[in-house]
């Protein structure tokens, strides 16, 4: 089965660290763009960041930058985000997502989510 | 970064009406739009991919049109499965893959 499952969220306290990881299964990963959305409380979708199956390309959103870094294994078909100097403004559920069947940024596979709370 | 102003921010229809989505982006993107559907307590779902091109599996009262600026979701007849939040996303102005603010879609 095609799927991507997410794991890592949690409590974290303002300017802590956490690891969120995506696993990825029944296909092949290392070819895919991969991207991160985070979606607040009751709020909208915000991408986070994406990075090209090689890793030579990594963006990510400003509001983030500088404190995120998305990583890849694709021996380990796995994508991370490493989050430092976590703020409020960080809690949401954060997806795992990829453009699977047509277009890298046309997002048609996403994780089930995992979430975030930034709180001391 | 371009900005994707979603209208209304929420609607209220009756089943059977025809319900229309609006997408306005802040600068020229091309088709370069596309459109998901969130059910509550879910990931979203791909419905419109490159401003008018149907996902697979995707029910074909859901349609997208426009280019530029201004695009268009249409439900052509409102099922009470369809109710979700909808939402536009640019991916012409890189790096930043913006989406829109959501609209809430209920039923009357």
């Known amino acids: 089965e095609v799927q991507l499952v997410e794991s890592g969220g949690g409590l974290v306290k303002p300017g802590g660290s956490l690891r969120l990881s995506c696993a990825a299964s029944g296909f092949t990963f290392s070819t895919y763009t991969m991207n991160w959305v985070r979606q607040a409380p009751g709020k909208g979708l915000e991408w986070v960041s994406s990075m090209n199956s090689g890793g030579s390309y990594i963006y990510y959103a400003e509001s983030v930058k500088g404190r995120f870094t998305i990583s890849r294994d694709n021996a380990k078909n796995s994508l991370y985000l490493q989050m430092e100097s976590v703020r409020g403004e960080d809690t949401a559920v954060y997806y795992c997502?990829?453009?699977?069947?047509?277009?890298?940024?046309?997002?048609?596979?996403w994780g089930q989510g995992t979430m975030v709370t930034v709180a001391s | 970064d371009t900005q994707m102003t979603q209208s209304p921010s929420s609607l209220s229809a009756s089943v059977g009406d025809r319900v229309t989505i609006t997408c306005q982006a802040s600068?020229?993107?091309?088709?370069?739009l596309n459109w998901y559907q969130q059910k509550p307590g879910r990931a979203p779902k791909l419905l419109i991919y490159d401003a008018s091109n149907l996902e697979t599996g995707v029910p074909s009262r859901f349609s997208g049109s426009g280019s530029g600026t201004d695009f268009t979701l249409t439900i052509s007849s409102l099922q009470p499965a369809d109710i979700a939040t909808y939402y536009c996303?640019?991916?012409?102005?890189?790096?930043?893959?913006?989406f829109g603010g959501g609209t809430k879609v209920e039923i009357k």
């Open positions: 996303q640019q991916y012409h102005h890189l790096p930043a893959l913006t």
């Open positions: 600068q020229d993107v091309s088709i370069f």
């Open positions: 997502a990829t453009g699977y069947s047509n277009i890298w940024a046309a997002f048609d596979l």
